[in-house]
């Protein structure tokens, strides 16, 4: 069975930082793409962040220069480093996993298998 569970969530002002950690365990998962998404109220889930097995990476415009994904493959455990937040980036993040790809990562939910249960990142001004 895989599971992945996300923790780091919380509330910060603008211009803060969070680290999100999602923890995997059921599968192999350095073989396997790996994204954050997130949903604000209201509005479709997006992808923020990618990372292919051999840790390569992609982040949508709206992210780029503030966040940072990476793999602890020791831990087993994917992160996303939050900088400079902003009110718009308040919404709730998901960890995935694409169980039929390692590389050539896409970015729409529907092609992830595998989903954490969400946590929680609000951003005051």
């Known amino acids: 069975q895989v599971q992945l569970v996300e923790s780091g969530g919380g509330s910060v002002q603008a211009g803060g930082s969070l680290r999100l950690s999602c923890a995997a365990s059921?599968?192999?998962?350095?073989?396997?793409?790996m994204a954050w998404f997130r949903q604000a109220p209201g509005k479709e889930r997006e992808a923020v962040a990618v990372?292919?097995?051999?840790?390569?990476?992609t982040y949508a415009d709206s992210v780029k220069g503030r966040f940072t994904i990476s793999k602890d493959t020791a831990k087993n455990t994917v992160h996303l480093q939050m900088n400079s937040l902003a009110p718009q980036d308040t919404a709730k993040y998901y960890c995935a996993a694409d169980g039929d790809r390692s590389w050539n990562c896409l970015n729409a939910p529907d092609e992830y298998d595998y989903w954490g249960q969400g946590t929680q990142v609000t951003v005051s001004s």
């Open positions: 990372i292919t097995s051999i840790g390569a990476t």
């Open positions: 059921g599968y192999t998962y350095e073989a396997y793409c």
